[in-house]
């Protein structure tokens, strides 16, 4: 007679008024654990994306620098680039990657893939696409003295883009290269 206790008279089986209500508690609590566990499931799924984007972008940005260097190598290694003549008739020397100023859209993929110069070199495994480069002359500072021409600074502006292993990921860089002594 453990579950049977007398109340006004009568003996009553508290085992046979039970609702099903512990059944219901642990159902809820059984939906609620699962929420939980899907919210956190889809947190992680999410920052996981997030560190493949960040790592994409990042390797396509050391190859846009690695790219804007060589450039810039090429620049200082060419004899021409410091004549002022042959940078404002795009004639130093250094092909189609030279332009004239402003004259692409670097938005464009298809002017990259048709007309920029492609970086030499070995990329990270894993990325498919060419890092590319353009050299744009800007300027050159007048003479101090009007009728003379001694040695001025000239300016180039290098863009260079680097494409990481996702198809989406591609960063642009530009640099301005300053000689001291053009003529």
Known sequence: MGNTVKEN??????RHKQQGVVLAVALIMLVLITLLGMSAMR??????????NSRNDNIAFQLAETTLRQAEANLLADPQSTSILSALSQSVGLGACEIALNSEDFTDQA??????CNYVGTADAGITRAAHYFIEFVRAEPPAVLGTSPPRNCYYRVTARGYGPDINSAVTLQSTYKFNACS
């Open 9 to 14: 008279g009568y003996f009553i089986n508290y």
């Open 43 to 52: 947190s992680t799924i999410m920052e996981e994306r997030m560190a493949s």
């Open 111 to 116: 002017r990259w893939n048709a007309l920029a």
